[in-house]
Structure formats: C-alpha cells, structure tokens
C-alpha cells in the first residue's frame, strides 16, 4: 500500500520560505503524475504545483516565481520550496500522486503566514 506523509508545515511571518515535504512508501518513479495542493477553510481545494514526465511543471498563477516543486528519487521524497510567503498562502497542503489510474492523498501538512 503507497502511502504519502507530508510534513514541513508550520507558522511562518510573511516573506518567509518554508519547504515541505512528501515521503513515499515506495519509489517516487513509479508516480505518472505528482502534484502538491492546497485547502483552505470555506474553499475548494486547488492544484498548486504539479509535474510528470514529458510534460511542463505546473504552477497555479499565485505562485509563480515563488514556489518550485522537486523530487528526490534516492529519498523517495518530492518537495514543495515556498518562497516569499504571503498570508493569501496560508492554508492545508497536500502532496498527491498517480499511478496509472489510482490516486494517493497524503493527509496534509498546515502552513500558515502572519502579516
């Protein structure tokens, strides 16, 4: 069973950074499709950065030039590196992933920035 665990959330005054984390219980290769998310209270939840191979990275527009999203096969660890935060960010974050036709959701990692 893949599991997903992100962690790296925490609170963070604004123009901060902070990096999260998603570990996977098996071989991040494997992934067609991985993406991180965001929810916030009273919202829908929003793709914020994805990539998979052949195809271009993904960054929602909010977050553009802010934000980069890499993996580490050795670690089986994909990350979120968030820059320059803006309370706007703040949020519940998810690393999501796919393989072939099954999704797996880690259970989120909460971010939140003071102004």
């Known amino acids: 069973q893949v599991q997903l665990v992100e962690s790296g959330g925490g609170l963070v005054q604004a123009g901060g950074s902070l990096r999260l984390s998603c570990v996977v219980s098996?071989?991040?290769?494997?992934?067609?499709?991985v993406a991180w998310c965001r929810q916030s209270p009273g919202n829908e939840r929003e793709l914020v950065a994805s990539?998979?191979?052949?195809?271009?990275?993904y960054f929602v527009d909010s977050v553009k030039g802010r934000f980069t999203i890499s993996g580490d096969n050795a670690k089986s660890t994909w990350y979120l590196q968030m820059n320059n935060l803006k309370p706007e960010d703040t949020s519940t974050y998810y690393c999501y992933g796919l393989i072939g036709r099954t999704q797996y959701w880690g259970k989120g990692t909460l971010v939140t920035v003071s102004s």
């Open positions: 098996g071989n991040i290769s494997s992934f067609d499709f």
């Open positions: 990539f998979s191979s052949g195809t271009a990275t």
